[in-house]
């Protein structure tokens, strides 16, 4: 699917699974999950739809992008760095 970047622990991952973590995460929490919602005017089903469209997934990382504290903290929790997550979302923008 793309390059693989290589995460904090050691594993290699394409773009696309780094920002499936990240949604993953921001999805986890209520509140962020919310503002994701109201914020883009995406439904559950968009979401899920989206899943696999390397467009979407790199507009979920802008998101993120958005809100640096956000950006970082989702980064930690999948074992990546903010630049890991960054550089996903220019792979998945070539994609499209």
């Known amino acids: 699917m793309g390059d693989t970047i290589e995460t904090n622990g050691g594993k ?18 209520g509140e ?9 005017g995406m439904t559950a089903d ?9 467009r979407i997934l790199a507009e979920f ?3 993120l992008e958005g809100h640096e504290a956000d950006l970082v903290a ?3 929790a999948i074992g990546a760095t903010a630049v890991q997550l960054v550089n996903a979302r220019i792979e998945l923008e ?3």
């Open 46 to 54: 968009d979401l899920r739809q989206g899943a696999t469209n390397p």
């Open 94 to 96: 070539r994609q499209t």
């Open 32 to 40: 962020r999950a919310s503002r994701l919602l109201a914020l883009t």
């Open 12 to 29: 290699s991952s394409d773009a696309a699974t780094l920002a499936l973590l990240a949604l993953g995460w921001l999805l986890g929490d």
């Open 61 to 63: 990382i802008r998101y």
């Open 74 to 76: 989702a980064a930690d």
